[in-house]
C-alpha cells in the first residue's frame, strides 16, 4: 500500500478537562508512537450541513449554545462522562471534518489515519455520551455515500459503538461491525441487534468476553467481519480505531498487544477495498505502540495465514 499519513492538528488542544481520562495529553501520547518522517497534514473543519447529514439541528445547536455560554479555561460536564469548553464545538467541527477528508483521500488512493479528539461513535442523532459529541465516522460515512453505494464501519474500539448504531440501524447502505468487550460500557451490542427493517441484516456485533485475545479477535474478523464485508462490497471500510482493546489499558479488560493491531489492520486491508482510519479510544502506556504496528501494516501489510 502507498505510504500513510496522519490527520492532526493543534486545534484539538482546545478541548480539555484536567483529570479527565480524555486529555490533549491522550492524544500527544499517541502521536509519539509514529514513526519519523511519517507525513502529517492538518485537519479540516465540517460544515452544519454535514453534521446535519446524521445529528439533529437541535442537537447541533445546543452543543453549539452550550460551549458559547462557557468562559474561557471552564469545563462543564453535559453528562457524568463527556464535557465541553468554550473551544468544543469548534474543535468537534474539526473531529468530524477530518473524516470527511480522510474519505475523499481514500477515494483518490491516499490512506489517512486521523489523530483527532474528542472521539465519537458513542455520539447518537440527538445524544452525547461517553466522552463523545458528534460521531465522527458517522458524519464521514454519510458524506462517502454521496458519492458511494455502500460503505462498512469496523469498529475495534473496546467499547460498543452505540451511536454509530443507532444512526445507521434503519439503514441497508452502511454495514456496521463492531467487535467489543461484553458487558461493558454503554451495555450495548449484545449478537441480537442486527439492525431494523431494511437495514436488518447489516449491523454485525460480536460481543466478546473479557481477556479475549488476539485468537478471538482473528476468529471474528476471518469468519464473520470479512465474509460480510465482501458479500456487501463497499466501496470504503471506515475504522473506528479505538485501542482500548489493549491490555492495559484502564478502561478496558481484554488482552491484546500493540502488534496484534496491526493484525487486525492488515486483514482488514487485505481485500484490497480503500480504508480511512479514525482514532476513537485508547487510554493505556502501550497506545503509542499500537499506532506504530497500525502504520506499519498499513505501508507493509503482514501475511495473513488464514
Not at 8 to 33: K, V, Y
Amino acid at each position: 500500500m502507498s505510504p500513510v499519513t496522519i490527520v492532526s492538528g493543534d486545534i484539538f488542544r482546545l478541548h480539555d478537562c484536567r483529570g479527565h481520562p480524555e486529555t490533549q495529553e491522550r492524544l500527544l501520547r499517541a502521536h509519539s508512537g509514529v514513526p519519523p518522517g511519517t507525513p502529517v497534514v492538518a485537519p479540516e473543519i465540517a460544515s452544519r450541513e454535514d453534521l446535519l447529514r446524521v445529528h439533529t439541528s437541535g442537537y447541533v445547536d445546543m452543543i453549539q449554545n452550550a460551549a458559547a455560554s462557557l468562559p474561557e479555561h471552564q469545563c462543564r460536564y453535559l453528562d457524568p462522562d463527556t464535557y465541553i469548553t468554550c473551544h468544543s464545538f469548534e474543535v468537534a467541527l474539526y473531529a468530524a471534518g477530518t473524516g470527511i477528508q480522510c474519505v475523499r483521500a481514500a477515494g483518490d488512493g491516499t490512506t489517512l489515519f486521523a489523530l483527532i479528539r474528542p472521539p465519537g461513535h458513542h455520539a447518537g442523532a440527538s445524544s452525547h455520551l461517553g466522552f463523545c459529541i458528534f460521531n465522527t465516522a458517522a458524519v464521514a460515512a454519510a458524506y462517502a455515500l454521496l458519492h458511494l453505494d455502500r460503505v462498512a464501519i469496523v469498529d475495534w474500539d473496546v467499547h460498543h459503538g452505540n451511536g454509530t448504531q443507532e444512526i445507521f440501524y434503519f439503514s441497508d447502505n452502511v454495514l456496521y461491525c463492531s467487535v467489543h468487550q461484553e458487558y461493558l460500557f454503554p451495555g450495548t451490542g449484545r449478537r441480537e441487534e442486527r439492525g431494523a427493517g431494511q437495514g436488518e441484516g447489516f449491523t454485525l456485533n460480536a460481543p466478546l468476553p473479557a481477556g479475549s485475545s488476539l485468537a478471538d479477535y482473528r476468529k471474528v474478523v476471518i469468519d464473520e467481519f470479512l465474509p460480510a464485508i465482501l458479500q456487501f462490497d463497499p466501496g470504503i471500510i471506515i475504522i473506528s480505531a479505538g485501542q482500548d482493546c489493549l491490555s492495559d489499558d484502564p478502561l478496558g479488560g481484554m488482552s491484546l498487544c500493540p502488534g496484534d493491531l496491526g493484525t487486525l489492520t492488515s486483514l482488514l486491508a487485505a481485500p484490497g477495498i480503500p480504508l480511512t482510519l479514525l482514532l476513537e479510544g485508547g487510554y493505556g502506556p502501550s497506545h503509542p505502540a499500537a499506532i506504530a504496528a497500525i502504520i506499519h501494516a498499513l505501508e507493509e501489510p503482514e501475511e495473513i495465514v488464514r
